[in-house]
């Protein structure tokens, strides 16, 4: 049954999840904890002077909102932990529109949602020492982003990765690290993405797979390490993918029992097969 593959992408993922925050230090016993200071509820950042309040805490209890519209940069690495959702922008409106960096180099994990989204100049992006997303991680329409490698120590992400929409993007690099998605893999709309090999890494997807309207995708070499979909498999209107590159990732699946749909792909011998 697909309730059972399910499961057991499900639980892979979690003991990911807990890998990337769970572990001791090589010489044992657990890192030291730093003092937490921590602001308390909900807090937006409209302006430079709404930055400056967050100076002196390291975390924020609530949710994290980005929605600065005359703020070219953005340095805050002094916080550590949003125990909230982070959004950077919004869905279907550029809050963001001179925004072309964002540093939260110093951010180790959020514990809820991660979106990025709408921002139509962000090109540079470094959350270089985030590790961990609790539920969504949502990279869409931003146009300017060609390359994720500021996410580079993320190792695990509890609900779906969703990064589409991003017109300029040629790479998943950055996205190395990753080893479990608890929900949907989406990558879709991005017709500068080539390869998939950001994701080498990647061992379990516990819902559905889908990989869309990606013009210049060639291969899914970058999957080689994906043992594990819980749900459906979706590949479709990706022109250059030959659909024998979707055949031979659903047969190498262990215990797939889910759906396949793939149509608008490049054709080739395995066509028909590819049911």
Partial sequence: MITTTRRV??????????????GERAGGGAAPAAVERCFQGDYAIESAADRAGLERYTCVGGNLVINAPDLESLTLKNIITVKGRLAVGQPFEPVNPVLTRLDLGGLVSVGG????????????????SLTSVGHDLRIEANPALTGLRGLGAVTAVGGGLYVEYNAALTSLDGLQRLAGVGGDLRVGGNPALANLDGLRDLAAVGA???????????GLGGLRGLSRVGGNLEFMDNTSLPQCEVCGLRDRLEGFEGALSCFNNRPDTCSRDCT
């Fill in 9 to 22: 992408a499900t639980i892979l993922v979690a003991v990911l999840i807990c890998a990337a925050g769970c």
């Fill in 113 to 128: 949602d991660l979106w990025i989204l709408g921002n139509a100049s962000l090109a540079d992006l470094d959350l270089g």
């Fill in 208 to 218: 559905d797979l889908s990989v869309h309207g990606n013009d210049a995708l060639t």
